[in-house]
């Protein structure tokens, strides 16, 4: 059976520079997108909030939060995974670069404590158990379905490569974070490393027949014919 994958949500920026704006207009949401080969179900970037999540899920998929497998984080950015408490049965993934570097900057805001109120102790706290949860994805969920690290957008940003017979699927994350941004060769404004992150726009628009975006519908890749 080939790999299945569904927009389960279409995410948006708080504010699109490539739109003219120059200071948040709307929260911010990452594109979610259902995978499933085989019995695994892998939810990546659990973005909206939890009962929002919960009924874009049953209208895409007619099932629960339940049946859900695996959460795949591309990111650990906190709009990448506002809802992953919701999936508590599921194993949770992202790239062990991330896991490291996440791991680190709240670690160099603990050794800080003395400048956080109690609320912000208490969050960073919640946020250190939360991250323990996670594991470093491996190199293949399946045999269809395959971590494709894309640096830059965050140290240790990945997507999901995946790969039945009519074509190649990258959900990308903030790799390729907007089909503007994808059609202009730009990333995101907000790139740990700007230079990485172009490296990793093109590899995604060498390899890939379809993008998922970060924060926007799916695409065909500028150049590809439709499947």
């Known amino acids: 059976m080939a790999v299945e994958y569904r927009v389960i949500s279409i995410g948006t920026l708080s504010h ?13 949401h990452a594109t979610t997108t259902l995978v499933c080969d085989g019995d695994r179900r892998v939810l990546v970037d659990p973005s909206l909030p939890v009962p929002a999540l919960a009924a874009r899920y049953g209208e895409r998929t007619g099932r629960t939060l339940e049946d859900v497998t695996d959460v795949f984080c591309t990111t650990l950015r906190p709009v ?12 949770w993934w992202c790239s062990e670069a991330e896991l490291t570097s996440y791991r680190a900057h ?9 400048r956080l109120d109690a609320e912000q102790s208490r969050a960073l706290q919640e946020d250190l158990e939360r991250l323990a949860r996670f594991r470093p994805a491996p190199e293949k969920f399946t045999e269809q379905v395959h971590l494709y690290p894309l640096p830059g957008a965050s140290p240790g940003s990945a997507g999901l490569l ?4 009519t074509g190649t699927i990258v959900i990308a994350g903030d790799a390729a974070v907007t089909a503007e941004h994808v059609e202009r060769g ?6 740990a490393d700007r230079q990485a992150a172009l490296e990793s726009l093109k590899d995604v628009l060498e390899i890939a027949d379809v993008i998922v975006p970060g924060h926007d519908n799916l695409i065909v890749a500028p150049g590809r014919n439709w499947l």
């Open 16 to 28: 699109n520079r490539l739109w003219g704006e120059s200071a948040p207009v709307r929260t911010a």
């Open 80 to 91: 990448h995974r506002r809802s992953v408490d919701a999936l508590p049965r599921a194993a």
């Open 106 to 114: 709240l670690e160099g805001m603990r050794s800080a404590a003395d």
């Open 162 to 165: 995946l790969a039945p017979a």
């Open 186 to 191: 730009q990333v995101w404004a907000g790139c």
